[in-house]
């Protein structure tokens, strides 16, 4: 166990550094396409070898009851400002709908009610954040995986994108919205799923309601919450930034695995 925990802070203390180059400073050497080259291949070498050293369903550790954080700190935003997402708040989600397209066998838009109906997963896990705070909190939700069998993936799609009502950024090109993206083997994990509760209660509104992302084995800015529409791609450089995510755009990496 003591070996998994100090790769584990390893692995955070990694991302952490390689962020902090982006978002620090150093925003000529980050811009440089040659120093952008070596981050995406190191990037790259780092999930081939998380992948290959523990496996593609090896589980994130799970706690007891007894385990959960008294405070959860809401990280990111904590109330979305758009009139949409406003009314649907006012309506408690009611007429709220996920919508599941893009390359996907059956598109199809499921209300809360619907997916509260399909069989459940309950996990109880550590969050952390790429600023340096953990919180152990309990989750429940609908496996991804069990979604996309539903809607069935055509044979190109590569990754699952989630698209949330959050505006984290005011911008003329509409680039600020919050987005966030994993690859196959991550969207059919088995603790891979989509939240619409935590530690026993309908999700409150700063920690992602009505419906969020919790994909275990990477950091918390993965973890997309409002949740409006995701869709199954093969590429993901036609979106906003290119580079499959809102902070990704702007220098973190792409794969956060821990």
């Not at 009505?210 to 084995?217: F, G, I």
């Amino acid at each position: 166990m003591s070996s998994l925990i100090t790769r584990r802070r390893f692995l955070i203390g990694s991302t952490l550094g390689a962020s902090a180059l982006g978002l620090s400073g150093c925003d000529m050497l980050v811009e440089n396409p040659k120093v952008q080259s070596v981050l995406k291949i190191a990037e790259g070498l780092t999930m081939r070898t998380q992948r290959l050293l523990i496996g593609d369903d090896a589980l994130a550790r799970e706690f007891t009851m007894a385990d959960i954080s008294p405070t959860f700190r809401a990280n990111g935003t904590s109330m979305p400002d758009g009139a949409q997402y406003q009314e649907l708040l006012g309506r408690k989600f009611q007429t709220w709908q996920l919508q599941v397209g893009g390359l996907v066998e059956r598109p199809a838009a499921f209300s809360l009610a619907a997916l509260k109906a399909m069989p459940s997963k309950t996990q109880i896990t550590r969050h952390d954040c790429v600023e340096g705070w953990s919180a152990i909190g309990q989750w429940t939700g609908v496996p991804l995986g069990a979604l996309l069998h539903q809607v069935g993936l055509k044979p190109e799609a590569r990754y699952i994108v989630f698209h949330c009502a959050d505006e984290y950024e005011k911008t003329l090109d509409n680039s600020g919205w919050y987005y966030e993206s994993i690859d196959l083997v991550d969207a059919f994990h088995p603790q891979t799923i989509l939240a619409y509760a935590m530690n026993g209660r309908d999700l409150e509104v700063p920690h992602g309601a009505p419906l969020r992302l919790r994909v275990e084995r990477q950091l918390g800015y993965k973890q997309a919450k409002y949740l409006m529409r995701i869709e199954a791609l093969a590429d993901l450089s036609g979106l906003y930034g290119g580079n499959g995510g809102f902070w990704e755009d702007r220098g973190y990496e792409w794969y956060a695995g821990i």
